[in-house]
């Protein structure tokens, strides 16, 4: 399953930074078949303290973490939904990713020039969204233009589909994401087709910088106050992250690591909430398994049935599904071994109307 997560933001934010920082984090390609080449793609492993558990219960001679694509977006300048600066490469990047992470500044430097002039976050990403909802205006206007003939035939579909459409444009003619109108799963159908930039998930990156000015720490200072309440009013997720430390301390690890963040006047590790947050983005959740070969975490949709679910190994396995045998990955740590599991009937056999949990530990029968 591929997940892709565009890195998006102005320039002078700290967009490559955190790419950089990122992609210190990847993980050997030839474990994932979507991966590429291409250098401004890095697939990165998503923390989790469980698939090194597991592995070191099964004494495994491989594990493989599941893993996030981010992708390195060429910088966004006003204009660019007419095409300004890398505008059209810009946006035809961000039309092939799953969901966005856009990065605000909220740090001062005179040394990094910010493109207006000056630093105001939700100025910033009120930029940015109106490029996105001007891109998604041209797209839906064209297309209602399209449909327009087969609805003065009385097509049922088209009649359904330009519906949806009028009701999208009037998100997007106010200035409101097109991911913030409510539409029904058929709705949805309709309109996937069209690949709307606003209806893609968006975290927000708040980018800091360790030694200077962060607006997070200027309690005379109102621009982050605004910053949160404006994500807060429109029910948006954020995260708070240094790319600049984060990238000087991704080479070490545990103790040394925490202690260089700590010198360095960061706290929290915004690197990995950054990936989790991403996974919790997209609406996934991980599933194992393990043995003496390899422990593998893999990734699904939050939501699928076993059969769907074994899809991420082989697709053969949603018709070839006969049963399941599942157990969640702290009660057989704490059982000891497969054998004792078994004993206390911890080990259940599910079938194809089963939906997989969050940390359930998996053995397909097909």
């Known amino acids: 399953m591929k997940l892709s997560i565009g890195i998006v933001g102005l320039p002078n934010v700290g967009k490559s930074t955190l790419f950089n920082a990122l992609t210190k984090k990847s993980v050997p390609a030839e474990n994932y078949p979507f991966c590429t080449i291409d250098p401004s793609v890095g697939v990165v492993a998503v923390p989790d303290d469980r698939l090194w558990k597991l592995s070191e219960f099964s004494k495994t001679e491989k594990t493989i973490p599941a893993a996030v694509e981010f992708v390195d977006i060429a910088g966004l300048v006003k204009g660019a939904a007419d095409g300004e600066g890398l505008g059209n490469k810009f946006l035809s990047h961000i039309r092939e990713v799953n969901a966005i992470a856009e990065v605000v500044r909220i740090f001062e430097d005179q040394n990094v020039i910010h493109v207006d002039g000056k630093v105001n976050p939700v100025s910033d990403i009120q930029v940015i969204n109106l490029e996105l909802v001007l891109a998604d205006t041209e797209t839906v206007t064209k297309r209602l233009g399209s449909v327009e003939r087969d609805v003065k035939r009385g097509d049922k579909a088209a009649v359904a589909e330009k519906n949806v459409l009028e009701k999208l444009k009037a998100a997007l003619d106010v200035g409101d994401l097109a991911n913030s109108v409510t539409l029904t799963d058929e709705e949805q159908v309709l309109v996937k087709g069209l690949q709307l930039l606003t209806m893609k998930p968006i975290m927000y990156v708040l980018n800091k910088k360790a030694g200077g000015l962060n607006l997070d720490e200027m309690p005379d200072d109102t621009r982050f106050k605004e910053l ?21 301390i991704m080479s070490l690890e545990g103790e040394e690591k925490e202690l260089f963040r700590a010198e360095l006047g960061a706290t929290d590790d915004g690197i990995n909430n950054l990936i989790k947050g991403g996974y919790d983005l997209l609406n996934l959740e991980t599933y194992f398994t393990t043995g003496v070969q390899e422990t593998r975490a893999w990734t699904i949709e939050k939501g699928s049935t076993a059969p769907i679910a074994g899809t991420a190994i082989h697709t053969d396995f949603k018709d070839k599904f006969i049963r399941a045998e599942v157990i969640f990955w702290k009660d057989l740590l704490d059982a000891g071994s497969y054998a004792a599991a078994r004993e206390k009937g911890l080990v259940r056999t599910e079938g194809k109307e089963y939906i997989v949990k969050d940390g359930d530990v998996i053995e397909f029968k097909v």
């Open 228 to 248: 949160t309440d404006y994500l807060a009013s429109k029910n948006w997720k954020y995260v708070i992250v240094d790319a600049k430390v984060e990238h000087e």
